[in-house]
């Protein structure tokens, strides 16, 4: 069976491509239970240190398929759990953003921890342009956007250079395409440097801790701060720093 994505495992890093370049990677039934099959894979698998998000083709995502026959029956996993196992996993995520993204597409980057754009990519929440609204990513995308850059994308449906979706917050880098995968592999080699369980942690903190009254947070962090202290990681880290060495999961 074609898959409508691919998943390729190498060093600790979980790839999965978006494979639908026929139709710019819209989000089909097909496609979405696809990607949440290889997503859950990545999550469970103990070999992956790091997922990262990418495409086939010239698009990285088109947003919802508009060509669909059918959503009756819709997806086994919708585009909010989708989302959600992006912002849950406790392992960090990158977006490889190899051309546009539109709609459903810019929640897909903006749920993960990281995202990379080519610099010729252009980003629009289109949806009011198809009388609809861009509804279940605002949820992911409103923690990133100020509300005056909020308004003008979701109210206008404006397309925007890759360079903009950097300064309004909803990505990390835009770069030319011929280093695109230089800057994406810097990234990832960054990411392994840190110990899984504090990875999972500093997701964690920064998800929770802006919504928390400042005695709550300081409670919680206090005992996050104290748990990781303890823990076999941070001896195996603490005792690494000291002899000036890598720690071990930085040299698998």
């Not at 088109?62 to 669909?68: I, P, R, S, V």
Request: proline share 5%; aromatic share 4%.
């Amino acid at each position: 069976m074609n898959e409508a994505t691919r998943y390729e495992l190498v060093g600790g890093v979980a790839t999965v491509t978006l494979d639908r370049p026929d139709s710019r990677n819209a989000l089909s039934v097909e496609l979405m239970d696809s990607l949440g099959e290889n997503l859950e894979r990545a999550v469970a698998d103990p070999q992956v240190r790091v997922i990262v998000l990418t495409n086939e083709g010239p698009a990285f995502c088109a947003g919802a398929d508009l060509k669909a026959a059918d959503w009756s029956l819709g997806p086994v996993h919708d585009l909010s759990s989708i989302l959600g196992l992006l912002l849950d996993s406790p392992k960090p995520t990158l977006a490889r953003v190899a051309g546009h993204a539109m709609g459903g597409g810019v929640g897909l980057a903006a749920a993960c921890d990281l995202s990379v754009a080519s610099d010729d990519s252009l980003f629009g929440f289109t949806e009011v342009r198809r009388g609809v609204a861009p509804a279940v990513i605002s949820v992911v995308c409103l923690s990133k956007l100020r509300r005056a850059d909020a308004s003008e994308l979701f109210l206008t449906g404006r397309r925007i250079s890759a360079s903009r979706a950097v300064e309004v917050g909803l990505l990390n880098a835009a770069v030319p395409p011929g280093e695109l995968d230089a800057r994406v592999a810097s990234l990832v080699a960054e990411l392994l440097a840190g110990g899984p369980n504090a990875l999972a942690a500093c997701k964690q903190l920064i998800s929770r801790v802006p919504s928390m009254s400042r005695s709550d947070a300081f409670a919680w962090t206090s005992q996050v701060s104290a748990s990781l202290f303890r823990s076999e990681e941070a001896a195996e880290g603490i005792s690494a720093f000291r002899d000036k060495i890598a720690p071990p999961w930085a040299r698998e």
